[in-house]
């Protein structure tokens, strides 16, 4: 399986603050990485698909990068919703695999 | 708006079946392939496996020898059964749409129910 490796696994931040997470592949997956949003005790929200492309409805603040084995979600200006753990997930190669995860917090 | 139900017992017991139904509203079931994702108590997602509307189907080879998943289109429902459980599988289940086939994300998820492997 294909390995996902995020970092860092937790972050402080303020609102109005810019947040990068990064993801890191075992092998090459192309563009196919997602990005996901959860709150505690909800099921994960898909934030960006194929790397950079935003899911409708999904504020223009997230912005994904990357291609290969190297993937950034951004947050230009963190907003009091967004403080959530954010996963990414290969859909390269089956099974599908997700990160550890980054838990984005209250400074 | 498409939105998806899990549904089923709580509670299993070690050695026994987990069986869990998600009921799919506000969309046809027909045209896509459906996935069931799991999540052990503060840890991350393990992706299960998939079925599509017409009933192929492909497991996570870490589960395959005790995963089935099964469709019923005409209640816009499927299904996933996971046999011989342990309390390693004690986690909260996700249904999900995968919305193409040629890439592996999720749009739609269900909220998750909590089964508890427990005697």
């Known amino acids: 399986d294909i390995q996902m490796t995020q970092s860092p696994s937790s972050v402080s931040a303020s609102v109005g603050d810019r947040v990068t997470i990064t993801c890191r592949a075992s092998q090459g997956i192309n563009s196919w990485l997602a990005w996901y949003q959860q709150k505690p005790g909800k099921a994960p929200k898909l934030l960006i698909y194929?790397?950079?492309i935003l899911q409708s409805g999904v504020p223009s603040r997230f912005s994904g990068s990357g291609s290969g084995t190297d993937f950034t979600l951004t947050i230009s200006s963190l907003q009091p919703e967004d403080f959530a753990t954010y996963f990414c997930?290969?859909?390269?190669?089956?099974?599908?695999?997700f990160g550890g995860g980054t838990k984005v917090e209250i400074k | 708006q498409v939105q998806l139900q899990e549904s089923g017992p709580g509670l299993v017991k070690p050695s026994e079946t987990l069986s869990l139904t998600c009921t799919v509203s506000g969309g046809s079931i027909s045209g896509y392939h459906w996935s069931w994702i799991r999540q052990p108590p503060g840890k991350g997602l393990e992706y299960i496996g998939y079925i599509y509307y017409r009933g192929s189907t492909n497991y996570n080879p870490s589960l395959k020898s005790r995963v089935t998943i099964s469709v019923d289109t005409s209640k816009n429902q499927f299904s996933l059964k996971l046999s011989s459980v342990t309390a390693a599988d004690t986690a909260v289940y996700y249904c999900?749409?995968?919305?193409?086939?040629?890439?592996?994300?999720?749009?739609?998820w269900g909220q998750g129910t909590l089964v508890t492997v427990s005697s």
């Open positions: 997930q290969q859909g390269d190669t089956f099974p599908p695999t």
């Open positions: 999900a749409r995968r919305p193409t086939p040629s890439a592996y994300y999720f749009d739609y």
């Open positions: 194929a790397a950079s």
